[in-house]
């Protein structure tokens, strides 16, 4: 995840500016904030929404689960809320009830068998 640095350094950015460093659509961003509880952006007196670097900070993460880790969006609020360590999907392992091992077990007996008719 890199860390973007505006132009112009700022306590608080817009929603438009928040898009345009982050490469979201509005309409992305505020949609993560009503299914992350980690990204809630004060509102100012006119009721726009008002984001600190700690908000771009966390949108940039959520984009890196979602867009480059592949998690969905239950994982990705998993991870954030720290449920789950983030990790490959791929470097997970999962369990398998009797009847799928007794079919890997056929699979790869057949396999076996195919290997060794070729072999001779």
Do not use: C, H
């Amino acid at each position: 995840m890199t860390k973007v640095q505006p132009k112009v350094k700022k306590l608080y950015y817009s929603i438009g500016e928040v898009s345009e460093l982050t490469k979201l659509k509005a309409y992305v961003l505020r949609y993560w904030e009503t299914e992350f509880s980690q990204l809630s952006p004060p509102k100012n007196r006119a009721g726009n929404r008002t984001y600190r670097q700690k908000d771009i900070d966390m949108i940039l993460n959520i984009k890196d689960l979602l867009y480059v880790k592949k998690f969905t969006i239950d994982g990705a609020r998993s991870v954030l809320s720290g449920k789950e360590v983030a990790e490959d999907n791929s470097q997970k392992t999962e369990s398998f009830n009797e009847k799928q091992k007794i079919i890997f077990r056929k699979i790869k007996g057949d396999l076996t068998a195919i290997l060794k008719i070729i072999t001779e």
